[in-house]
């Protein structure tokens, strides 16, 4: 196959998926899906369902950590105890983290999200601008 040719197959290559991508990235007009309702109380409720969330990872630590805990034990003499030490400080690290995450980057950040709602529904309301 020459260079010409192979150069005018992908072109052609390129054209249809270029087409492609242009039908991809369109939706008619006639049809649409159902609309997205966001409130106030819609937005406290998926905070409650992160705080259960956090709630039962804590659980899941705790037995975890509990577990964890009496290998030590075992490992008395072995010079593997000392990276224990290094897992078990890890893991505390990045439990606290992904729990401070839940609590605030998600959980409060749903919260926060429902009071600009509501603050933002009673300036409606009340015909004024926050």
Do not use: C, P
């Not at 054209?15 to 819609?42: H, I, W, Y």
Request: avoid cysteine; charge should be positive; charged fraction near 30%.
């Amino acid at each position: 196959m020459s260079f010409e040719d192979e150069w005018a197959q992908i072109r052609a290559e390129a054209a249809r998926e270029r087409g492609a991508e242009t039908r991809l990235n369109q939706a008619s007009g006639a049809k649409g899906g159902k609309k997205l309702q966001v409130t106030a109380s819609v937005l406290e409720s998926r905070a409650k369902h992160a705080d259960a969330v956090r709630g039962n990872f804590t659980k899941a630590d705790d037995a975890a950590t509990k577990e964890t805990a009496q290998i030590k034990s075992g490992l008395k003499g072995f010079s593997s105890a000392s990276g224990l030490d290094a897992f078990q400080e890890r893991w505390r690290n990045q439990v606290s983290y992904l729990e401070s995450l839940l609590e605030h980057g998600v959980a409060g950040a749903l919260r926060s999200a429902a009071r600009q709602f509501e603050a933002e529904d009673r300036a409606q309301s009340n015909n004024t601008r926050i």
